[in-house]
């Protein structure tokens, strides 16, 4: 790719970030283009449709938790790597308003542009998951699908202003639930 494309189509990501942080993954594609000072066909041609360009923006997200994951496994104790990932993905999802919809519908559909990219976001956190587990501080019931789903519900509600404020105590509810505490199984029912 040409420099002047990479730099053109690195501002319409850029631009395309923002305003789905503001409006949520429904946001115009026309707005979009207004944004970023280009016509549509300009906004179509580096990216011919809605999906195109949401996988292009969510795929660099998803490598940077998925790399992140990496980082806390090597780092940090088994559970406090979960947790933490957890919480960096929920408050990423938190941050684009609708992607939650978006990443439940791809990681089912292998034809998505983002199902790739969910897939390895999904086995990141089940790695960190198993390694909790193996170390007796996370229930040994649950999976990275069930690790998933409670992300999304995590995220939805911290994306519902009426229930915004209880996002933070939620989670907190949720990691007790999920965690076992040092030395094993917790005795919690699923």
């Known amino acids: 790719m040409r420099a002047d494309a990479k730099r053109n189509r690195d501002h319409l990501l850029a631009v395309a970030g923002a305003a789905v942080a503001e409006q949520?993954?429904?946001?115009?594609?026309?707005?979009?283009?207004?944004?970023?000072?280009?016509?549509?066909?300009?906004?179509?041609?580096?990216?011919p449709?809605?999906?195109?360009?949401?996988?292009?923006?969510?795929?660099?997200?998803?490598?940077?938790?998925?790399?992140r994951a990496g980082e806390l496994e090597a780092?940090?104790?088994?559970e406090d790597a979960l947790v933490s990932w957890v919480r960096d993905c929920v408050a990423?999802?938190?941050?684009?308003?609708g992607a939650t919809v978006l990443m439940a519908a791809a990681i089912e559909d292998p034809a998505s542009a983002l199902h790739a990219s969910c897939v390895t976001l999904r086995a990141a956190g089940a790695r960190l998951l198993a390694r909790a587990q193996a170390a007796?501080?996370?229930?040994?019931?649950?999976?990275?699908?069930?690790?998933?789903?409670?992300?999304?519900?995590?995220?939805?509600?911290?994306?519902?202003?009426?229930?915004?404020?209880r996002a933070g105590r939620l989670f907190d509810l949720v990691a007790d639930a999920v965690l076992t505490g040092a030395?094993?199984?917790?005795g919690r029912s699923s």
Not at 50 to 64: I, K, W
Not at 140 to 147: A, R
């Open 136 to 165: 007796g501080g996370a229930r040994s019931d649950i999976d990275g699908d069930d690790l998933f789903a409670l992300i999304a519900m995590l995220a939805w509600t911290g994306d519902q202003p009426a229930l915004a404020p």
């Open 24 to 47: 949520g993954i429904d946001v115009s594609m026309r707005d979009i283009a207004r944004r970023a000072g280009v016509g549509l066909a300009t906004l179509l041609r580096h990216f």
């Open 92 to 97: 990423w999802t938190t941050e684009y308003r």
């Open 75 to 78: 780092a940090h104790a088994a």
């Open 49 to 67: 449709t809605r999906e195109a360009l949401l996988e292009a923006l969510l795929r660099t997200s998803f490598d940077e938790l998925t790399a």
């Open 183 to 186: 030395g094993g199984d917790s």
